[in-house]
């Protein structure tokens, strides 16, 4: 019969709690060299030696006293669904600071293991750690890993194993002065006469009181016998008492730490040379500015034969079956709907997947928390924090995984103010439409243009920040607290594992939902206006304004009008409320370019629309209503459909007003037209 | 030995830690880091617009802003 156990994976930020479930797992969550990579929990099974493991991967934390969101999942997880192993990944070449939440790990009592990995760096740094003698110390199994290579993950498996079929073993290897120990005996007393608080660990929780930790305080406050422990507590200097407590789990790891290796060699950093010129006074910023614009040009120019080749491909494509199927409306359905429709999307493949790709060097060297340690003065001016950087950088790949990344931000009014900014960073499924109409209608200023729209975004998403700052969502600066991990080279694997991780994200949203949208827009194009008198599926019907697409069209046109837009470019703009992607695809159907993207920039460029009215669409794009999934996951995280509300009103709002202005002003200056 | 708060360190100076005098939750979220007092800091470099600032503490590198670290009391050391 197999047993099921649960394993919990804790530990510090940035240590490599993720790989380590990959590697006992087989699957591909997503790693990175900074810390606050995970923000929620991950489970995943394995079944080893005839025991059915169910593994969770945890949000990293440096203490169980908790600050932000994704901490306190992390916490909550330990404490109340009581996992029957926890593995502690530790980084071996910080062990001191990792083996504080040891500390803490002990006294709350649960079983423990060891995974003491970042093994190889540790060794390359000259650092020798006898791991018998941190197990004889600590009392718990010690397992040496390499996660990123999956080694010890075998030793790591049988040592899980044979922890939980040993009975519980309560003992903290960690006392505190007797004074201290006295206060924790005489509430652990209380805490135990009372069934309320069978469900915590009595010498944790007592010293949690001790130390003041709010929401523990909080849980006792609901029970009957606060007025005992209110007593204790006020006998207590809560304010020294942590100092003493911190002081004295420091001491005692230290104290071990002599005898397990050479406390010099345990601290040596090989990435303070790369720091002292990427973060330099002068440097640092124009270093920062070109990466980011390297990273930009290479996403283009890279692309672009590959672009040609798929673009080729469908046409020939497009062209095949059209031969091959006779019936009219069915050739319309799969050569204009179908095939037009996922080439449209598909060619934009070699942009996404380079994006993604410099993306993730920026978070697997390290760099990405150098810049939001060299950007935090700026946010600060804006009244966010370096913090909410990094979720922003990321929003250029995707702004859902951005908005998921804002948990790591402790305070929840900079939390909420760069998850209503982050969908005005132009994300991946943007750029089709940049592509296709700057490359129509501004040659070889098409670069400088999407640079532009970029930066648009940027500054929108700042102002936007500071005005709502200043208004809504007033309060304290929050403090700045960010561990900055040693730099690594990227792997070549790694890399690559993370572009096509998202590469088959892409992929499945062409063949799901952008698939169902383009066919949508086929049949709306295809079937008449009733009245009309056409015949489905007919050519002089399809996407004309007797179309139902076309009455459709005309119905919304009068909101658009005043932005120069027609009532194709409406329709396309409705559609693309369910992916942006989409915008390119339907414009494809409604202006019957068929099936070659060349060919849709062709008749746009020759006088469809014009420069003014593309830039218009383009800037439109940018601000208004984000995808579906990105509504979702804004309603999600910020748990209430009022701000939801507030980011879609307030993103298309904007979005007319600047493509009004542009559109009036320049139309009357002569300006693009 | 004179006493500063450690956003008055220069870069590439070490001090030492008395005393932290923030507010409850910093001062607990600054002891998690591992700033106890007594603990050797060594003050590594500013941002290039001069705040935040980095540090090297128990073998790895923080980064706190000035408005943080003047709630770390520190003396220097030789
Ligand atoms: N050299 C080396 N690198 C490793 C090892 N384990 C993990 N890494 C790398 O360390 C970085 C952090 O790994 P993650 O697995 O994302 O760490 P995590 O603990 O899940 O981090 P958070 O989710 O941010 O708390 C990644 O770049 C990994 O590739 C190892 O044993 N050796
Ligand atoms: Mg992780």
Redesign the pocket.
């Known amino acids: 019969m197999t047993k099921k156990i649960t394993v919990a994976l804790a530990?510090n930020?940035?240590?490599?709690?993720?790989?380590v479930f990959n590697a006992i797992t087989g699957s591909r969550q997503h790693?990175?060299?900074?810390?606050?990579?995970?923000v929620e929990r991950k489970m995943g099974k394995r079944t080893y030696k005839n025991i059915e493991m169910e593994i969770v991967?945890l949000?990293?934390t440096y203490s169980l006293t908790t600050y932000s969101l994704d901490e306190i999942i992390a916490r909550d997880f330990l404490i109340e669904e009581k996992p029957d192993i926890v593995v502690q990944?530790i980084d071996a070449t910080n062990l001191e600071r990792n083996l504080y939440l040891s500390t803490q790990l002990m006294e709350l009592g649960v079983k423990l293991v060891i995974a003491l990995?970042?093994?190889?760096?540790a060794l390359a740094k000259g650092n020798r750690i006898d791991e018998e003698k941190i197990q004889e110390f600590l009392d718990v199994p010690v397992i040496p890993?390499?996660?990123?290579?999956g080694t010890g993950i075998e030793s790591l498996l049988d040592a899980i194993i044979e922890e939980a079929s040993k009975a519980r073993t309560n003992d903290d290897p960690l006392s505190y002065d007797e004074s201290t120990e006295g206060r924790v005996h005489e509430l652990e007393m209380i805490l135990k006469s009372d069934q309320y608080f069978a469900h915590y660990p009595s010498r944790w929780f007592s010293i949690k009181l001790l130390e003041g930790d709010e929401n523990i305080i909080k849980k006792a406050q609901e029970s009957e016998k606060y007025t005992p422990i209110r007593e204790i507590l006020r006998k207590t200097d809560a304010d020294n008492f942590e100092t003493k407590i911190a002081d004295q789990r420091y001491s005692t790891i230290q104290a071990m730490l002599r005898q397990v290796c050479d406390i010099n060699t345990c601290h040596l950093s090989g990435s303070d040379m790369v720091d002292r010129v990427v973060t330099n006074k002068l440097l640092g910023i124009p270093i920062f500015l070109a990466l980011m614009w390297a990273a930009f040009e290479l996403t283009f120019t890279f692309a672009t034969p590959f672009m040609n080749m798929i673009d080729i491909f469908f046409g020939w494509l497009a062209g095949a079956t059209a031969e091959v199927i006779s019936t009219e409306w069915l050739a319309s359905l799969v050569g204009d709907g179908i095939i037009a429709g996922i080439g449209s999307v598909l060619i934009f493949l070699p942009n996404i997947l380079l994006l993604f790709f410099m993306l993730s060097l920026m978070e697997?060297s390290g760099y990405m928390a150098r810049a939001a340690f060299i950007m935090d003065r700026v946010m600060g001016r804006i009244g966010l924090h370096g913090k909410s950087f990094i979720p922003l950088i990321m929003g250029f790949g995707c702004n859902v995984p951005a908005i998921m990344a804002t948990r790591t931000i402790e305070d929840p009014r900079d939390r909420l103010i760069t998850i209503l900014v982050a969908p005005f960073i132009s994300c991946g499924a943007r750029l089709p439409v940049y592509v296709l109409l700057a490359g129509a209608f501004f040659g070889r200023d098409a670069g400088i243009v999407i640079f532009g729209l970029y930066a648009l975004g940027i500054l929108v998403a700042v102002l936007s920040a500071k005005l709502m700052r200043t208004t809504v969502l007033r309060g304290e600066d929050a403090p700045f607290i960010m561990e900055l991990p040693d730099y690594?080279l990227p792997t070549l694997k790694?890399s690559f594992i993370h572009m096509w991780e998202r590469a088959k994200i892409y992929l499945k949203k062409a063949g799901g939902i952008i698939l169902i949208g383009v066919v949508g827009v086929w049949l709306l194009a295809s079937i008449p206006a009733p009245g009309s008198g056409g015949i489905f599926g007919s050519e002089e019907i399809y996407g004309s304004t007797d179309s139902l697409v076309g009455a459709l069209g005309h119905l919304i046109e009068p909101l658009v009008a005043p932005l120069g837009f027609d009532w194709r470019i409406a329709v396309a703009l409705v559609f693309g409320i369910v992916a942006k992607e989409i915008v390119v695809g339907s414009m494809g159907v409604l202006y019957g370019a068929g099936e070659d993207e060349q060919n849709l920039s062709n008749i746009l460029a020759a006088g469809a629309m014009t420069p003014l009215t593309g830039l218009g669409l383009m800037v439109f794009t940018l601000l208004y209503v984000p995808c579906f999934a990105c509504i979702g996951v804004i309603k999600r995280e910020t748990g209430s459909w009022k701000w939801t509300l507030f980011q879609l009103v307030y993103g298309t709002g904007l979005a007319w007003g600047f493509a009004f202005t542009l559109y009036q002003v320049g139309s009357r200056t002569g300006f693009l037209t | 030995m004179p006493e500063k708060t450690l956003d008055l360190i220069e870069p590439e100076t070490s001090v030492k830690i008395l005393k932290l005098t923030g507010q409850r939750s910093l001062r607990k979220r600054i002891l998690d880091m591992g700033l106890t007092p007594g603990t050797k800091v060594e003050v590594m470099r500013r941002a290039p617009l001069g705040d935040p600032v980095e540090f090297k503490i128990k073998g790895y590198n923080l980064s706190l802003r000035k408005k943080e670290a003047q709630t770390v009391l520190v003396e220097t050391v030789e």
């Open positions: 530990g930020p940035n240590v490599g709690k993720t790989s790693v990175g060299n900074w810390p606050g990579v995970t991967d949000p990293g990944v990995n970042m093994k190889d760096l890993t390499i996660a990123s290579k697997d690594r790694g």
